[in-house]
């Protein structure tokens, strides 16, 4: 099944502690995206990343890092997570052309909550 | 599941009521637009996509009307159904660079689906 795996779905952890999101997607895309969604905001995008070893800032970068070394994987890291960062966070995946594959396939999400 | 957005816009409509859901975006020079569902705890599902140069596209019981003039776009949903509740989202692709994509997300609208 083509699907976009993230890892964990639910986190819960302390100011300061480093943590990463993983994220795996099964349908040889070059583009992936992590995006956190808070009430009233909608989608924002964090980082993007158009093929292996390319990646770049989305609107709202500061905080988080990223790598994609593997085609299929694009982990989220979150070097000194604070509470303005807990959030539901989303990994998206899409061919090369957007408009060729029915736009984005998201996974199902991770929630965070940073204490 | 994860709660998408306290402070939502909410469509009520009875179920067999045909529904209606807008968005306006923001870029004159958006060329692609898709419309997602997200249902409680799942990440965002692609419903129907339309390109700049269409005014209206149809998918089944779902039909999305462009509005170039006034950069408006809405999602109809015929004989709505207790499985269609959920958060509506649409999204404007807003990369031009031809070979990758940025799609910028509206903040949603809630639709719940009365018996």
């Known amino acids: 099944e083509a699907q976009v795996t993230q890892n964990p779905r639910y986190l819960i952890t302390v100011t300061g502690k480093k943590l990463t999101v993983t994220c795996s997607q099964n349908?040889?895309?070059?583009?992936m995206s992590w995006y956190r969604q808070d009430p009233g905001l909608g989608l924002r995008q964090i980082y993007y990343?158009?093929?292996?070893?390319?990646?770049d800032k989305g609107d709202v970068p500061e905080g988080y890092k990223v790598s994609r070394k593997e085609k299929r994987n694009f982990p989220l890291i979150l070097e000194s997570p604070s509470p303005n960062q807990t959030s539901l966070y989303f990994c998206?995946?899409?061919?090369?052309?957007?408009?060729?594959?029915?736009?984005?396939?998201f996974g199902s999400g991770t929630r965070l909550t940073v204490v | 599941g994860e709660s998408v957005g306290l402070h939502l816009p909410t469509l009520s409509v009875q179920e067999g009521d045909n529904s209606i859901i807008n968005c306006a975006y923001s870029?004159?020079?958006?060329?692609?637009f898709i419309w997602y569902k997200q249902e409680s705890g799942k990440g965002p599902q692609f419903i129907i996509d339309?390109?700049?140069?269409?005014d209206k596209r149809q998918g089944q019981r779902v039909t999305v009307l462009l509005n170039k003039t006034v950069k408006h776009l809405s999602l109809q949903i015929a004989a709505t159904q207790p499985g269609d509740s959920a958060v509506y989202f649409c999204?404007?692709?807003?990369?031009?660079?031809?070979?990758?994509?940025?799609?910028?997300f509206g903040t949603g609208t809630r639709l719940q689906v009365t018996l």
């Open positions: 998206a995946s899409s061919s090369r052309v957007i408009s060729s594959i029915y736009g984005y396939t």
């Open positions: 349908m040889n895309h070059e583009y």
């Open positions: 990343s158009m093929n292996v070893e390319v990646t």
């Open positions: 870029n004159s020079a958006s060329d692609y």
């Open positions: 339309i390109r700049s140069n269409m």
């Open positions: 999204a404007e692709n807003t990369d031009y660079t031809g070979t990758a994509s940025k799609l910028t």
